[in-house]
């Protein structure tokens, strides 16, 4: 498990762009027969995937996190961005298709993940963060996910958000877990810009081409530095940096929360003069 130190928002300023990439930019993800888990100091979220192609892989618990096994004090989001597959439960077995999503709650002991067939492998993207109390464990279909759709053609952020690990689709301790679908011709998610000062995020990229790339906007309103990602390569955003991006083409993003609290519409927004 990688680990993750807080930045303060004060020296963030500072970095120059090899430091940024360091700090908040997670590579690596989706390798084949690779579970990958980045522990961040940021409200101790977990971030990471599973892309089991031959082998079953078994999410474990490490020194990182002083617990028995891996949800004792946790719960997970888990949402397939790949081929279909499994996961396995304390031995029940929840299959999930492409962009299906899945809520494990806090106290689970035993969980795995295979996939159904090696040539289109599954690709379970996960976030994890402390609990305090169990909640039933949910599968969340796409079609089952609270759908909003925001945005116009004229300013190229025409999206839907679905809502996965959500209050208005299950109950969970502070998870909070969604994805964001951009329509053709759309390339803007999140302008005008806000900060979550209650809440830290992660976003993930996907779906892109080869050569498409995202500019990922973060740090502080007047002090805005970005990452230029490429495909399945995700982002640490703290509760003082904002989290917007603009891709070359089109891309579909994850996007997961923990802290203060689960209202989804808690932010503070900027105004574009404010931006620097």
């Known amino acids: 498990m990688e680990i993750r130190y807080a930045s303060s928002n ?12 360091e700090e908040f930019l997670i590579q690596g993800l989706f390798k084949s027969d690779d579970l990958k888990l980045v522990y961040s100091h940021y409200d101790r979220i977990i971030a990471g995937s599973a892309c089991p192609v031959k082998s079953e892989l078994k999410l474990e618990a490490g020194k990182e996190i002083g617990a028995e096994y891996f949800l004792e004090r946790r719960e997970l989001g888990i949402i397939n961005i790949g081929g279909a597959g499994t996961v396995i439960l304390d031995g029940e077995v929840h299959e999930l298709g492409s962009r299906d999503g899945l809520y494990v709650g806090m106290g689970v002991k035993e969980v795995s993940f295979r996939s159904i067939d ?3 492998p ?3 993207y996960l976030n994890s963060g402390p609990a305090h109390r169990s909640y039933p ?3 969340i279909d796409i079609n089952k996910a609270n759908s909003v759709k925001l945005g116009e053609a004229k300013s190229l952020n025409v999206r839907t958000i679905y809502q996965y690990v959500h209050p208005a689709v299950c109950e969970s301790c502070q998870l909070v877990m969604g994805m964001t679908m951009l329509e053709e011709g759309s390339v ?3 302008m005008p810009a806000h900060t979550h000062d209650r809440r830290m995020e992660v976003y993930v990229y996907f779906d892109m081409e080869e050569e498409t790339r995202v500019f990922h906007m973060m740090g502080e309103p007047t002090e805005t ?4 990602m490429k495909n399945e390569e995700a982002a640490l955003s703290p509760s003082w940096s904002i989290h917007s991006g603009v891709g070359t083409g089109r891309y579909t993003f994850i996007w997961g929360m923990v802290g203060e609290n689960q209202t989804f519409t808690d932010m503070d927004h900027v105004d574009m003069d404010n931006l620097r």
């Open 188 to 190: 803007w998610n999140t």
């Open 118 to 120: 090696s040539k289109n």
């Open 137 to 139: 464990t949910v599968k």
């Open 10 to 21: 004060k020296d963030a300023k500072k970095y120059d762009t090899e430091r940024l990439r």
């Open 225 to 228: 530095r970005h990452i230029i």
């Open 122 to 124: 599954a690709k379970f």
